[in-house]
């Protein structure tokens, strides 16, 4: 398997732009998992999905972040404005376990987004 | 609230030593714990996951531990080598809040 795949790598854009973070889960996995990892708060959960279905999002800092999942092989999470405090390296991860907690997790290579 | 704390922050020991990490946690009532190493720039690679009912897990030569009564957990590296340099991260599955909580990780140096 591929693991789970995350694009764009990097991303440099400017504040006020829309920008679009994207991941593909592991095959057969039911839960998917969007992080915010920075030096100051370290890794954070924005929101995970169970079986396609928004579970809790309430690490989702504000408005300006939304997150879908149309289908279970496919997720966005996306910024609209985005702001400089907002340059962090974003991570989707997924497992398959039955809660969403109880199997091991397997997380992307990351993307790094930086808002000027 | 709860909390996942990891010491030491960061640790530099010579190559062929054993080494231990720690984990602790505040609250006792988890579904599992899971320790992962991140190298710079990279993703977060699972190394062990510990299930409630479980006290240990074993891969190779790492050996984590679990101690729910005293919301500890050990991360074992036996004869470490430079290639073991990364940052190692805890991540805490809590019943109540339904949530994993990481850890900020311990920051490992080998050197030759």
């Known amino acids: 398997d591929a693991g789970v795949i995350q694009s764009p790598r990097h991303e440099v854009t400017e504040m006020g732009q829309e920008v679009t973070l994207r991941c593909k889960p592991i095959s057969g996995h039911n839960s998917l998992f969007w992080y915010r990892q920075t030096m100051m708060r370290g890794l954070e959960l924005l929101i995970y999905f169970n079986n396609n279905v928004p579970i809790d999002d309430s690490g989702m800092p504000e408005d300006r972040f939304s997150a879908k999942m149309p289908n279970a092989s496919f997720s966005t999470l996306k910024i609209q404005p985005s702001e400089p405090r907002d340059s962090a390296v974003y991570f989707c991860?997924?497992?398959?376990?039955?809660?969403?907690?109880?199997?091991?997790?397997?997380f992307g290579e990351g993307s790094r987004l930086t808002v000027l | 609230k709860q909390e996942v704390t990891q010491i030491p922050a960061a640790l530099s020991v010579p190559e062929g030593e054993n080494l231990v990490l720690n984990c602790s946690f505040t609250d006792s009532a988890i579904y599992n714990l899971q320790w992962f190493r991140q190298d710079p720039g990279k993703g977060l690679t699972s190394l062990l996951l510990?299930?409630?009912?479980?006290r240990e897990q074993t891969s190779g030569r790492l050996n984590a531990s679990l101690d729910k009564s005293s919301g500890r957990s050990t991360l074992y590296i036996a004869a470490s080598q430079p290639g073991d340099s990364a940052t190692y991260l805890c991540a805490v599955g809590f019943h109540n809040t339904d949530k994993l909580i990481f850890g900020t990780g311990t920051r490992l140096q080998v050197f030759p």
């Open positions: 510990i299930q409630s009912s479980q």
């Open positions: 991860a997924s497992s398959s376990g039955s809660g969403g907690l109880t199997g091991e997790l397997f």
